[in-house]
């Protein structure tokens, strides 16, 4: 157990529609990550949060979102699903501040399916 | 722009064979290297990284990796694996605040 929480675990949903992944970071790290891991692209970097600040972008697309909460918490918002939004999605945490040499912890993912 | 290339993708041994997986990546600054793995249905965990120092890294689980800066290679090895180290493995590059994950490598060990 990495003492990153992510819910839902699953969650399948229909194409055009909008859904709220939400991530739990280990006691006291600042920094939150989401990853988007697939079959045809692997895993992809996909936006990061330290201590409520966007901190760096990865291949997010215009239709996800996402935000850090006042008690570090964060929320992936992923709208206008299309069926390649398919994935699972990994969100991980870090003490952020050292950045690149930080281990990164990561949740047990949550399995989007949008049929 | 930074990217790791893992060219094993399925790698299928007995138990009690040596392992070694290959890793290169590409980046042009200090860089801070990890190889995560993911048990069937678990999420990643570290197996070990190398910020800086010694380039023989030992990790949990009998693992270990050894960087050589001129080959731009960071390959895991394994002396004799078990039937339990089947999994996925990711090795990844961080340059900045972001990691870099390779495609994977799928080890299958067979009894």
């Known amino acids: 157990d990495s003492g990153v929480t992510q819910t839902p675990k699953h969650l399948i949903t229909a194409t055009g529609q909008r859904v709220t992944l939400r991530c739990s970071p280990r006691s006291g790290d600042l920094s939150v990550y989401w990853y988007q891991q697939s079959l045809d692209q692997g895993l992809q970097f996909l936006i990061q949060y330290y201590n409520g600040e966007e901190r760096a972008k990865g291949n997010i697309l215009e239709r996800f979102s996402a935000q850090q909460f006042p008690d570090l918490h964060s929320e992936l918002n992923l709208s206008s699903l299309e069926l390649g939004d398919s994935a699972l999605y990994f969100c991980?945490?870090?003490?952020?501040?050292?950045?690149?040499?930080?281990?990164?912890?990561f949740g047990p993912g949550t399995r989007l399916l949008v049929l | 722009a930074q990217s790791v290339s893992q060219h094993n993708h399925h790698v299928i041994l007995s138990e009690a064979a040596s392992l070694e997986l290959g890793c290169n990546y590409s980046y042009g600054g200090t860089v801070n290297l990890f190889w995560y793995v993911q048990y069937p249905g678990q999420h990643l965990q570290l197996l070990l990284k190398?910020?800086?120092?010694?380039?023989l890294v030992k990790g949990i689980k009998g693992f270990e990796a050894e960087f050589i800066k001129s080959k731009f290679s960071f390959n895991l090895r394994k002396p004799s694996v078990q039937w339990s180290d089947t999994a996925e493995y990711f090795c990844?590059?961080?340059?900045?605040?972001?990691?870099?994950f390779g495609t994977g490598t799928r080890l299958q060990v067979f009894p």
């Open positions: 991980a945490s870090s003490p952020g501040r050292t950045s690149g040499r930080e281990t990164q912890y």
């Open positions: 990844a590059v961080n340059g900045g605040d972001k990691l870099i």
């Open positions: 190398y910020f800086s120092g010694d380039p």
